[in-house]
Nanobody
Framework: QVQLVESGGGLVQAGGSLRLSCAAS????????MGWFRQAPGKERECVVA????????YYADSVKGRFTISRDTAKNTVYLQMNSLKPEDTAVYYC?????????????????????WGQGTQVTVSS
């Protein structure tokens, strides 16, 4: 069992920045690929960014490339999402997720169904 707790959400003006954190506890953090998803009202949950077990592989949705950065700190069992140049369309609930995988290389996971554990979500609101 893995417990994930997100923090760092809030209200920010367009063009601003936020950093989300996801603290993991329970199983060995390094055995999991991690991802950040978001879900806006009336829309499906989508993968925004993902990172492999080692951190070598990273995925960015086209909508956030050049603005968002995912990173992980194994010593702190934490994954981060740095969000810059925020836009109103980034407004959503952001979820951290963990996927158990035997691939320790650059393999990352982007599908909701492949994730095993989810955080409770944190609201990000970007005002225009």
């Amino acid at each position: 069992q893995v417990q994930l707790v997100e923090s760092g959400g809030g209200l920010v003006q367009a063009g601003g920045s936020l950093r989300l954190s996801c603290a993991a506890s329970g199983r060995t953090f390094s055995n999991y690929a991690m991802g950040w998803f978001r879900q806006a009202p009336g829309k499906e949950r989508e993968c925004v960014v993902a990172i492999s077990q080692s951190g070598a592989g990273r995925y960015y949705a086209d909508s956030v490339k050049g603005r968002f950065t995912i990173s992980r700190d194994t010593a702190k069992n934490t994954v981060y999402l740095q969000m810059n140049s925020l836009k109103p369309e980034d407004t959503a609930v952001y979820y951290c997720a963990a996927a158990r995988t035997s691939n320790s290389g650059s393999y990352y996971v982007t599908q909701v169904a492949e994730y095993d554990y989810w955080g409770q979500g944190t609201q990000v609101t970007v005002s225009s």
